[in-house]
């Protein structure tokens, strides 16, 4: 990964942490390099105010410069969660 960036991702980990609204986030990549990310919000308004951070509009501008040929951004609702542990059984 580009240094650069690699450092605009750790600062965007940070800040996204002080921006009303944010609830968590998880991250996955393959050793290609391919991955995902999935961050979640209160509202679609906190995404809003996230996505005009003055730092994180810099973070993109550079990856779309810099680092990635091309990328996809999906906003998605969760209605439900679901879990199954199987210790839980006995």
Request: glycine share 12%; net charge positive; charged share 25%.
């Given at each position: 990964m580009d240094p650069v960036y690699h450092e605009f991702s750790n600062q965007m980990k940070e800040e996204?942490?002080?921006?009303p609204g944010f609830l968590g986030m998880e991250s996955y990549r393959e050793d290609s390099?391919?991955?995902v990310t999935i961050s979640y919000?209160?509202?679609?308004?906190?995404?809003?105010?996230?996505k005009q951070?003055?730092?994180h509009l810099l973070a993109q501008r550079?990856?779309?410069d810099h680092a990635y040929a091309n990328f996809d951004l999906k906003i998605c609702r969760v209605e439900r969660e679901y879990?199954?542990?199987s210790s839980e059984i006995n």
């Open positions: 996204v942490q002080n921006t390099g391919k991955g919000w209160k509202t679609t308004e906190s995404i809003e105010t996230w951070n003055t730092k550079y990856g779309k879990n199954f542990h």
